[in-house]
DNA sequence: TACAATACCAAGCAAGCGCTTGGTTAGTCA
DNA sequence: TGACTAACCAAGCGCTTGCTTGGTATTGTA
């Protein structure tokens, strides 16, 4: 999958010098914000000076703004593959949940992380941008859900639903241990009961 | 509520220089973000200069714990003052839900959003002020969706749910809009059949 | 082996940042 | 009236920030 998109040249390849500054970047702006996260923090991230980060992009916005674009794209992707793999509307539904926590709590969790929170860091283009990606994605939740409603698994309006599961799901990154007890299949399976009423 | 608790010194009387500076910074820092705060935003916000701030807090951290300090008990106070009005456990959820919706997208908005996703720009001293002040908060939360699964209302383990809830009720500051179609209430009652197993 | 293109260094600039200092003004109350 | 205090100004200091510039290694390709 990855490495599908890195040969189309979709998604920078994590192991050559942007790559890993992406990586690296997606960490930093999660854990201390990008406004706190300096150039000169960015750069000894991945052993260069400071000034050298321009070589690769324009400006630090620009690095916020590979490191969504670059999630978003990897995670579509994703989803699509898991409901290509779900049979009934409650599968993909719960497809949708696990790939979700997934990109948040996983090996994309920091890029993700970043995506939500730091919207407002990026400028008006980028924010435009980005907003055309995540239509793509938001799709795929909205027609999985109007499918669970009309078959009766769900009573709120499916893009009402969806704001509540975003807010649900993401802010599981400020909780969620995956070495405690319960298992990320658990955890999707105590949001899809958010969404769904089950007959037990 | 809000006279009484200014009476008792517990909250800064709004009409006051520091109340006032301490309802802009709210404002000032949900919608630019703590660090994309300067005091000098802060102080032309209130007509003053920058330096005139150091009169009112000893440093900026300390305004933005202000803001979270007062936010969180003006809130745990009004959260009481419902509950108590409340008469069965489903009542007594939804108007928990009712009362956080409130605060998140009602007057203290601001500074309930500061709350929610300032957290990390806290130094350790006021994280630990804050936690206590939040433990307060969030037991009448655990209390209430303990009850409700007691009687067989609710499925999933209180603390998780209340998580999930957490995540879902604070991101409607991302997206709610009171002069749309949806009131207060109605998406107050849409929260709760997330919680809660209707027999509708 | 020539030669680009890529990746980086060394040095530093201009602007903006939080905050300090010493002093002034306006209001309160004995 | 005079002592006291809360609220603020004027000026600027020391530091950090994002970013620029001109040059140098390193790498891939013919």
Redesign the pocket.
Known sequence: MLEKLVAEGIITDPK???GR?IQAAARLFRDKGY???????L?AE?????????????????ILRAVMEEAILLNTESMKAALAEANTAEERVLALIKCELKSILGDTGAAMTVLVFEWRSLNEDSQKVILELRDIYEQLWLDALTEAKDEGLVVIEPFILRRLLTGALSWTVNWYDDSGEMDLDELARNALSLAIKHNI
Chains 1, 2 share one sequence.
Do not use: M, Q, Y
């Open positions: 050559s010098p942007k500054l406004e706190r996260t300096t150039v000169r923090d750069a991945v052993g260069i000076l400071s000034g050298s980060l321009f070589h690769h992009f324009k400006n630090k916005e620009r």
